[in-house]
């Protein structure tokens, strides 16, 4: 895929999913969120996610342990010359290094790169191109990072690969599978298309893997040069399902993975020395925030999350699926004037209140949006939206949310949503 087009592939496949699955990122109108995703995406290029395991973890979400998100120190020393099997790895791998690593560990075929990053960038490494085995031009592409324990080297991998949606509920993939490997290693394989409503006939097909010490890599591969705006040359992605499990599952990934920087967490808010803004919080740690605050009486039905920033619930009240979904983005007291109006309530320790009642944005027949958007003082905005059916691109399955603007308020307000934990 051309560089220009290239995104992290671990953060834009699950992305794409819960977009279609949840709509997410749409929760106050086009215009009011144009601005915080922007914002987002500036505080993305700036980060990597991390997730930690543990054995705490709620039965209900089905994810453990706290989570993390530290930023990257460009100048922070290269990592001892000791991977975490014990060998030897070099202090750096280039961009050269990765595109040579893929190269060699790809079918035959020939592999040109459109887009790759080494260990010493401010980004996580990555190779992406195409890849042509004789039936056709395909894209390939593997992103590499690492998965940050809370104080331990090891942790419980499956907390941390990217889940498979819950069946019986929607889903963007045609099959989607996750087991474990005989080293320890969490491997989710998912097949589908590039977009669900396949308006366009790109498949897209991956993997995504998470080691015991916390390596992660993710592989994507479509059925045209590139992932988007290039025509279908080939019937399916040139990777079968075991030549995608066998690629992610490598050990030269995790050699390159090694020879990452060690990264710092972001110091709290107000600290002495911090210039960074505050982290971005996981899309793990929404989910759990967000299930302690639903009421009780709720029945999850489905849920998902997004590698930072996002989470969603399907809640049933007796009535029907309510979808209900949660955007935390720190650092927007910038765009304060273009996401609050002269109708936003104020309260007494400054946090600005907005709340709208309208259709929704997805085009599901009679589906009502409810959304309370809160933006603290410290810059952290807090948006929950509820809706009157499972998915915005369904129908509406009830005649308002489970949840009044009441609840949404209160949600929204928690004190729970300034704290690094639980």
Request: aromatic share 6%; proline share 8%; charged share 25%.
């Amino acid at each position: 895929m051309p560089a220009d087009q290239h995104t992290d592939p671990f953060e834009e496949r699950l992305a794409a999913a819960l977009h279609e699955t949840g709509g997410a990122f749409g929760s106050p109108g086009g215009a009011l969120v144009a601005a915080g995703a922007a914002r987002g995406q500036r505080l993305r290029l700036r980060r990597r996610a991390a997730v930690a395991g543990g054995a705490a973890g709620l039965a209900l979400v089905g994810v453990g342990g706290a989570l993390l998100t530290p930023w990257q120190d460009a100048s922070a020393p290269k990592p001892a010359s000791l991977a975490a099997d014990g060998s030897a790895v070099p202090k750096a791998y280039s961009a050269d290094d990765v595109v040579r690593t893929l190269r060699k560990l790809l079918p035959r075929g020939k592999f040109t790169a459109t887009d790759a990053r080494g260990t010493d960038g401010d980004l996580p490494p990555l190779a992406a191109g195409t890849f042509d085995d004789g039936k056709g031009v395909g894209s390939v592409s593997v992103g590499l990072d690492r998965v940050r324990s809370n104080g331990t080297r090891t942790f419980d991998p499956s907390t941390a690969v990217t889940p498979c949606p819950q069946k019986g509920g929607p889903s963007p993939f045609e099959s989607c599978t996750t087991g474990l490997l005989p080293d320890g290693s969490a491997i989710t394989v998912y097949r589908g298309y590039e977009y669900p409503d396949r308006r366009e006939d790109t498949k897209a097909w991956g993997a995504d893997l998470v080691t015991p010490a916390g390596h992660h890599v993710s592989v994507g591969e479509w059925n045209a040069a590139a992932e988007k705006g290039k025509p279908v040359t080939r019937p399916e992605p040139p990777l079968t399902v075991a030549g995608l499990k066998a690629l992610a599952a490598a050990p030269d990934w995790r050699r390159i993975i090694d020879a990452m920087p060690e990264e710092k967490e972001v110091p709290p808010p107000g600290s002495s020395g911090s210039a960074a803004p505050r982290g971005e919080m996981t899309g793990w740690l929404i989910l759990r925030k967000l299930t302690l605050l639903l009421p009780e009486d709720l029945k999850r039905v489905e849920h998902g999350s997004q590698e930072t920033g996002y989470a969603y619930f399907v809640v049933d009240d007796g009535k029907g699926g309510s979808l209900v979904q949660v955007n935390v983005q720190p650092g927007m007291s910038d765009t304060a004037g273009e996401l609050f109006g002269s109708g936003a309530e104020t309260l007494a320790d400054g946090t600005r209140v907005a709340t709208r009642q309208g259709p929704g944005e997805k085009g599901g027949e009679g589906v009502v949006m409810w959304t309370v958007d809160t933006l603290r003082e410290d810059g952290l905005r807090v948006v929950i939206s509820a809706f009157n059916s499972p998915a915005q691109n369904r129908s509406a399955t009830r005649a308002d949310p489970a949840l009044t603007i009441g609840q949404l308020r209160a949600i929204a307000l928690s004190p729970r949503w300034r704290s690094a934990e639980d």
